[in-house]
């Protein structure tokens, strides 16, 4: 996995990271509410962990060293749902059913309820704690196996949060990998007119990780940087990707109205046709 | 006014310190947290044993949870100890969620309960954490009254698969158990039948004591222990009303959501009988000498045997 991406291979991807934004938009729309800002922000983290970077065995979740992911910031859940979805591991049609009663598909993601979900997640700044025990673990057992926590930048307010990566860097746990969903947005605003995060990358670098700063939209640019993550021994990594909140449709994009809200039948209208399905998605999803 | 200092004292401390070396050697996955009290929790033990699976992670309560789980959820039993104010408190949406929400095998001890921290002070004696976690689905809460009971309770609990907290106090305590413990059960350490006097950790040795003095002049007291407080003996509690006709509750903890509550709102809905609460008021504690605490704060065998008189007058068996 960690050769480096044949333009063909990006292709495909990209087409999937399309895909995966209509099916949160559609999921979104039809449930009525959910975080439509943040999951558009992920997508293309999320898609290329899901179709490329993640060791897993989808028809055995229990597999011992298969690769975690824990989606820490679990209000972006309509993403992982999504991807899910056009992977081919949900059927497409158990979208309609978020939030709903008896969903598989929670609010926030649930493992008791779904496979796949290797932490239940919502409260910021635990996901991050529960993978720092999980790459001790791994540790502990002389394992190989990743663990990638996906983090919002609002996230970065919480004391657990920097708690859990101080712990990560003491221990070193080299298989650790943190993303930061780095859109600058959270429910009321801007991060840094609220509780300013900056400088980032600094405060990591001195949590003892290797830090990666990468444009969270560029694919080949991800998938360097978690091949660069999977390679590095004695450290763990954070890459901080710059994302745009509500990416991909022009209505949501930078607004922080959208971090916690869905769109209408007619707003979902626009954003569809805003992202039409890439050429050669035909039989796929 | 305090009762005599009881003769053979133990610390339950020491048995859970000494029960974890015991566990870590037949289960060699088991792994251990502590958050820099390793000393006084006694998690100590199995950190000189088996440092590779001890991990203290510093004054990093919440984190130590979530970690904890994290393990958990990679198939091990992890113990994670601290204070009783940091566990429940300072962690208590960690436990909520990454614990219990997620059904993570994970058992927090927590030492240093209720008022008997003596000396620290109000800020450190925690007299809500059994509210606050017999609320949590899932979670498994016991509260042992002796070192041999904590010994098979820290046992028992690790061979039990899912989340669990077990309150000891700081303080020794009189051996009062024959150590025999299973989850959802209420032992009798007396028989008794014209009133029911049903407690949990210290307060077991005062219940002791009070039916020992109303014995001598003829009043047959039940005492029940009531360590495993979730699962909960209900049955216990039932046929107590039932066959003893009133219940007085004693625990070092809130009267406002521990187990007296408990034990009130069971027999209200079953089996009304007077209840009778002995327990901290809607207050935060001090600091002090810790059995003169409790006798501050109104838990003293004197006014144990008050309130036991003013049940034993509702049933009409003294005057």
């Given amino acids: 996995m960690d050769a480096a991406a044949s333009p063909t291979e990006l292709r495909t991807l990209e087409r999937a990271a399309r ?12 449930s009525g509410s959910g ?74 993601v649930d493992r008791e309820k779904l496979p796949f979900v290797e ?7 635990q996901g991050i704690g529960m993978a720092v025990g999980m790459a001790l673990d791994g540790r502990l057992r002389g394992a190989n196996h990743q663990v990638y926590a996906i983090l919002g930048d609002g996230e970065c307010q919480a004391g657990p949060t920097w708690e859990a990566l101080m712990a990560g860097g003491h221990f070193k746990l080299d298989r650790l990998t943190v993303i930061i969903d780095r859109n600058g947005l959270e429910t009321d605003g801007a991060t840094e007119a609220i509780l300013g995060i900056e400088p980032l990358a600094e405060k990591l670098a001195a949590f003892r990780y290797q830090v990666l700063e990468i444009d969270g939209h560029n694919l080949g640019e991800i998938l360097d940087a978690y091949a660069r993550a999977r390679a590095t021994r004695d450290r763990p990594t954070a890459i901080v990707a710059r994302t745009v909140k509500g990416k991909g449709v022009s209505f949501m994009e930078h607004q922080h109205a959208w971090h916690g809200k869905a769109p209408s039948r007619e707003e979902a209208q626009r954003a569809l046709a805003e992202l039409p399905p890439l050429p050669g998605e035909e039989g796929r999803a | 006014m305090s009762a005599p200092a009881p003769p053979r004292s133990e610390s339950l401390r020491d048995a859970y310190g000494q029960t974890l070396v015991e566990l870590g050697a037949s289960d060699p996955e088991m792994v251990v947290f502590d958050a820099d009290l390793s000393g006084s929790t006694r998690t100590v033990l199995f950190g000189k044993k088996y440092p590779e699976r001890f991990f203290n992670v510093g004054v990093m309560e919440p984190t130590m949870m979530t970690m904890a789980a994290g393990l958990a959820l990679s198939g091990r039993t992890v113990f994670a100890s601290t204070f009783a104010v940091f566990a429940a408190g300072q962690a208590y949406n960690q436990v909520r969620q990454s614990i219990c929400y997620n059904r993570a095998n994970v058992k927090i001890v927590a030492t240093h309960g209720g008022l ?17 976690m017999r609320g949590l689905p899932r979670m498994t809460v016991v509260v042992p009254a002796d070192a041999p009971t904590t010994r098979t309770a820290t046992r028992v609990l690790h061979d039990t698969r ?158």
């Fill in chain 2, 116 to 132: 008997t921290v003596g000396g620290d002070g109000g800020t450190h004696q925690m007299v809500e954490d059994i509210g606050l």
């Fill in chain 1, 119 to 125: 932490a239940s997640t919502g409260c910021l700044g």
């Fill in chain 2, 162 to 319: 899912g989340p669990a907290y077990l309150r000891l106090p700081r303080e020794n305590l009189p051996v009062v158990t024959d150590g025999e413990f299973r989850l959802g059960r209420a032992p009798e350490l007396a028989a008794g039948s014209d009133l029911t006097i049903a407690a949990v950790g210290v307060m077991v040795a005062r219940a002791l004591e009070v039916a020992r003095r109303l014995g001598e002049g003829g009043i047959s007291v039940r005492v029940l222990d009531l360590a495993s407080v979730k699962p909960f003996d209900e049955p216990a509690i039932l046929r107590a009303a039932r066959e003893t006709g009133a219940i007085l509750v004693l625990e070092e903890h809130s009267v406002l959501t521990g187990v007296g509550a408990l034990v009130a709102s069971v027999t209200a809905e079953q089996y009304p009988v007077p209840v009778r609460r002995v327990g901290v008021a809607d207050l935060f504690g001090e600091s002090g000498e810790p059995w003169a605490l409790l006798d501050r704060y109104g838990l003293s065998v004197e006014r144990i045997g008050d309130e036991a008189w003013e049940l034993l007058k509702l049933r009409g068996k003294v005057q």
């Fill in chain 1, 35 to 108: 975080h439509s800002g943040g999951s558009l922000s992920v997508t293309d983290l999320v898609t290329a962990l899901l179709f490329r970077d993640l060791r897993y065995d989808p028809h055995n979740p229990a597999w011992a060293d298969r690769d975690r992911l824990v989606l820490s910031k679990g209000h972006a859940a309509p993403a992982f749902y999504a991807a899910l979805a056009v992977r081919g591991w949900i059927p497409r049609e158990e979208l309609a059913t978020l939030r709903r009663l008896g969903s598989r598909l929670q609010g926030h």
């Fill in chain 1, 19 to 30: 895909e995966v934004r209509r099916a949160i938009l559609e999921m979104l729309t039809i």
